[in-house]
């Protein structure tokens, strides 16, 4: 039922996304992002995220896309695991104004963890312990659905600007937690062709069933992104 609702919802942005992207100009940009993303899971290094985006404008319609792709290791030398993360994003947006756009957003998320732990096995026998080393390679998807709004405020007569974002997305497992997405920051538009942006980025998650923490699971780091803009 998930499947067929996402698919649905694809099919709506193309009918609607079709004449809009007839009308007018269109203006292609191309970028890359990095996120210096802190989880806070005890025994985790913030991880080092890169990938592509792009958005297609036309009239008041913004077609985007972007991939994060980053690995999380532990801080302990000794332990031999590894955790790749997987973000895909992409929106309808509709402009309301010259600044302020709302969007509709699907992501999916990856997870594939790797490497090798320790099992240790009591022997009542010898009254001792055994260690067995146990191959670990397994993956977890999660699809989620929701939208937001963006805002720019560019400076009079400067190539400054600052820029934020919020979003909500729900996960659609009943396993999964909702995501909030809050981004701000300040960019530079060093020609009409190409902008600098730097600025904050933060993956809040809903609350988790059957938890005894009282702290929630949260991404959050320093991001930095690179556009150049076809017109």
């Known amino acids: 039922m998930k499947?067929?609702?996402?698919?649905a919802a694809v099919?709506?942005?193309l009918v609607i996304a079709g004449p809009s992207l007839g009308q007018g100009r269109s203006v292609l940009t191309l970028g890359a992002n990095y996120w210096k993303a802190d989880w806070n899971f005890e025994g985790i290094e913030p991880g080092h995220m890169f990938g592509p985006y792009v958005n297609l404008r036309s009239g008041r319609l913004t077609l985007g896309g972007s991939l994060f792709i980053g690995t999380f290791k532990p801080t302990e030398d000794e332990v031999d695991m590894e955790l790749k993360r997987n973000d895909l994003n992409l929106s309808v947006g509709y402009n309301l104004g010259r600044y302020f756009n709302v969007f509709g957003a699907y992501k999916n998320t990856k997870y594939t963890l790797k490497g090798t732990?320790?099992?240790?096995?009591?022997d009542p026998w010898l009254d001792e312990y055994t260690v067995?080393?146990?191959?670990?390679?397994?993956e977890e998807k999660c699809a989620y659905l929701g939208g937001g709004a963006s805002i720019v405020?560019?400076?009079?007569?400067?190539p400054l600007?600052?820029?934020?974002?919020?979003?909500?997305?729900?996960?659609?497992?009943?396993d999964w937690t909702d995501i909030t997405t809050i981004t701000m920051?300040?960019?530079?538009?060093?020609?009409?062709q190409v902008t600098l942006m730097v600025g904050f980025r933060s993956d809040m998650y809903g609350e988790v069933e059957d938890s005894d923490s009282d702290e929630k699971e949260k991404m959050q780091g320093i991001t930095a992104s690179l556009a150049y803009t076809l017109r």
């Open 185 to 192: 920051g300040v960019g530079y538009k060093a020609s009409p």
């Open 132 to 138: 067995d080393e146990i191959e670990v390679d397994e």
């Open 153 to 158: 405020f560019p400076f009079n007569r400067s």
């Open 11 to 13: 099919l709506l942005c």
């Open 117 to 122: 732990m320790m099992d240790y096995v009591y």
């Open 161 to 174: 600007f600052l820029y934020g974002s919020g979003a909500f997305l729900a996960a659609q497992e009943e």
């Open 3 to 7: 499947v067929r609702s996402l698919i």
